[in-house]
């Protein structure tokens, strides 16, 4: 029987192999839950929330823009409008909105 060869001393030094697999093993798992990953021994920030996009202020919807166009017909009923009977919902609503305009004027 041979004598085996007595275990290598600790040296200190780091396998770079096992570092570059774990480092390998890291990435692939980040990648599947869609984080970066970091270096080893590097902890990760929390990411900020993105900024808000500065969009174009959208126009104020007015009261008839809700309405179907039975309820936009019966309104132009009441205030009197002609020819709304083969009006659109479109015409409608801005045949009503005329209408508010001239009342307020």
């Known amino acids: 029987m041979e004598k085996a060869e007595?275990?290598?001393?600790?040296?200190?030094?780091?396998?770079?192999?096992e570092a570059l697999r774990a480092?390998?093993?890291?990435?692939?798992?980040?990648?599947?839950s869609g984080?970066?990953?970091?270096?080893?021994?590097?902890?990760q920030a929390k990411k900020a929330a993105p900024a808000k996009k500065r969009t174009h202020a959208e126009p104020k919807k007015t009261e008839l823009e809700g309405l179907?166009?039975?309820?936009l017909y019966e309104k132009a009923t009441e205030v009197g409008?002609?020819?709304r009977s083969t009006m659109t919902?479109?015409?409608l609503q801005q045949?009503?909105?005329?209408?508010?305009?001239r009342q307020k004027a």
């Open 6 to 17: 007595p275990p290598a001393k600790a040296t200190g030094a780091v396998d770079l192999m």
């Open 23 to 32: 480092s390998v093993e890291k990435a692939k798992s980040s990648k599947a």
């Open 35 to 43: 984080e970066k990953a970091a270096a080893p021994g590097v902890k």
């Open 68 to 71: 179907s166009e039975a309820e």
């Open 81 to 83: 409008i002609p020819g």
């Open 89 to 91: 919902r479109d015409e």
């Open 95 to 101: 045949a009503l909105t005329r209408s508010k305009a």
